[in-house]
């Protein structure tokens, strides 16, 4: 089994995952650096971003580094990101093991399947995250001693701006628990890609309207600061928990032409 970790603000800074030998990728998606564990054969760390941090969340190929991840032989992942809370029951600081997503992007490439070079697929979404890997996340929180919020609905937008109270007001009556900017379509192109994919993330502020400070950027990387070191232990404890023989359904997609 070989597994990876996909983070960004916060994480990329974590010597844990950014210390190893960089191998670069390429794909017919574009090129990708990911970094290989220089402690755990057969665990990556790809940085969203890029190495220096410099892509903001609209720009990034999520297609190349799911294309990339799979050409190393990848076929499990643990996506982190951070969150704003639409939820007044989740706190800033709050672990949030995602369980379902409401897609708000509009000008990302969301699909391997829109081009004459593959099959017309049709992937199904009944369970958007891998079970196998959410459950070796929350048991990981478990063991670490770490509250947590589970089967939280994500809500994909394509930023750079934070959004409008109103807006935060809707995605919440919809059911919305968090709000980020990377997710999506990360965990889609995931599923289409047959990987194994669940996700973590940090609720770093309270969204639009909730909260009595003016939402920036600095605040949420200090939130994610503060919980390096228990977030750290989560998603070491979860990798190690996550079970060596596939029983979900998700490698079942083998459409993708590398």
Sequence with gaps: MSVAVIGGTGIDEMEEFNAGRVIPVHTR?????????????????????????????AQINYRAQIAALKTLGVNCAIGVCAVGSLNPKINTGSLVVL???????????????????GPVVHT???????????????????DVGVGFFSNAVYVGVDGPRYESPSEIRLYAS??????????????????EAGLCYGAVAVATNLAAGLSDSLLGHDAV????????????????????????????????????IL
């Design 221 to 256: 990387r200090a939130a994610m600061a503060s919980s390096t070191k228990y977030l750290q232990t989560v998603i070491n404890t979860a990798l190690q928990l996550i079970p060596a023989e596939r029983s979900c359904n998700c490698a079942s997609n083998k459409a993708l």
């Design 99 to 117: 369980g379902d997503f409401i897609d708000l992007t509009r000008h990302r490439a969301y699909t391997f399947f829109d081009d004459e070079r």
């Design 29 to 57: 998606f574009g090129d990708v650096q990911i970094i290989e564990s220089p402690a755990h054969p057969g665990v990556y760390f790809l940085p969203r971003h890029g190495l220096d941090h410099s892509v903001p969340p």
């Design 174 to 191: 919809w059911g919305g628990d968090v709000i980020g900017m990377t997710n999506l379509p990360e965990v889609a192109l995931a599923r």
């Design 124 to 142: 199904d979404f009944t369970e958007p995250y891998c079970p196998e890997i959410s459950r070796a996340i929350e048991n990981a929180c478990a």
